[in-house]
C-alpha cells in the first residue's frame, strides 16, 4: 500500500482477522483458484462418495464465485464449513479492497451513511471499531421465490433469500477502503449470524510488516 500525498498517517503493511474454527480460506487468484476449491471440497465431502453430481455442481458453484469475485477487486474469500451438529453453517465472507478513484478520493464513513440511507430496505450506521470508523449495513438480499446464493457448501436451491452484512472502512494513509462482505442464507436465524459477523468485523487489526 503506498500513502496518498499529503498523508500523515503511515499505511498498514496487512490486517488480521479473527475467523471461527471451521472456516476455510479459498484463495480467489486464477493461479491458486482450482487447488483451493478442490482442497475444500475433499474436506467438506470427507467419507462420502455417492455424491460426485454435488459435488461437481458445487465445485463449479465456487469457481464461478471466487472468479467473480477476483473480477471485483476482492482480495480474499472465506467459506463456513463450521458445523452444528450434523449440519454445515452456510457463509460466507468476501474481503475487497476498494482503491481510490483516479483525481479523487472514496467518501468518508459518514458521507456513506448519509448515501446510503436512502435504501429503506437496509440498515445502516457509522460504527466505531478499533481500526477507525466504519459504515454497516445490512440487509436482505434476493426473492423469495428465487435460490439462495450458490457457492456455499451445505447451501440447496431451496427458495430463500440471503441475509447481507457489509462493513466498509478507510485504510489508513492509503485513500483506498476495505470492505468486508458477509453473507448467510440462513435468515430464520439472521440475528445470531449477525452477531458472529459483528464479532468477526470488529476483531480486524491493521498490521505493520514487523507482526508476526
Excluded at 475444500?40 to 453430481?53: I, K, M, S, T, Y
Excluded at 482503491?99 to 460504527?127: F, K, N, Q, R
Amino acid at each position: 500500500m503506498t500513502s496518498t500525498p499529503g498523508s500523515s498517517t503511515v499505511p498498514p503493511a496487512d490486517y488480521r482477522l479473527l475467523l471461527p474454527e471451521g472456516w476455510f480460506r479459498v484463495r480467489i487468484d486464477p493461479e491458486g483458484r482450482e487447488r483451493s476449491v478442490d482442497a475444500l471440497l475433499d474436506r467438506q465431502f470427507e467419507g462420502v462418495d455417492n455424491a460426485p453430481h454435488i459435488k461437481r455442481q458445487v465445485r463449479e458453484e465456487l469457481l464461478a464465485q471466487a472468479a467473480a469475485a477476483f473480477q471485483d477487486g476482492g482480495i480474499e474469500l472465506y467459506i463456513s464449513l463450521q458445523q452444528a451438529g450434523s449440519l454445515t453453517i452456510p457463509a460466507s465472507l468476501l474481503i475487497t479492497l476498494l482503491p481510490p478513484p483516479p483525481g479523487g478520493s472514496l467518501p468518508t464513513a459518514h458521507d456513506l451513511e448519509d448515501l446510503l440511507s436512502a435504501d429503506g430496505e437496509a440498515e445502516i450506521s457509522a460504527v466505531e471499531l478499533s481500526t477507525g470508523t466504519a459504515v454497516r449495513v445490512r440487509r436482505v438480499t434476493g426473492q423469495p421465490n428465487r435460490p439462495a446464493p450458490a457457492g456455499v457448501p451445505g447451501s440447496t436451491d431451496q427458495a430463500l433469500p440471503s441475509v447481507t452484512l457489509d462493513y466498509q472502512l478507510p485504510v489508513p494513509g492509503t485513500g483506498a477502503h476495505l470492505l468486508l462482505t458477509f453473507s448467510t442464507p440462513l435468515v430464520q436465524i439472521a440475528d445470531a449470524m449477525v452477531e458472529l459477523f459483528d464479532a468477526v468485523a470488529g476483531s480486524l487489526r491493521w498490521t505493520d510488516g514487523d507482526d508476526a
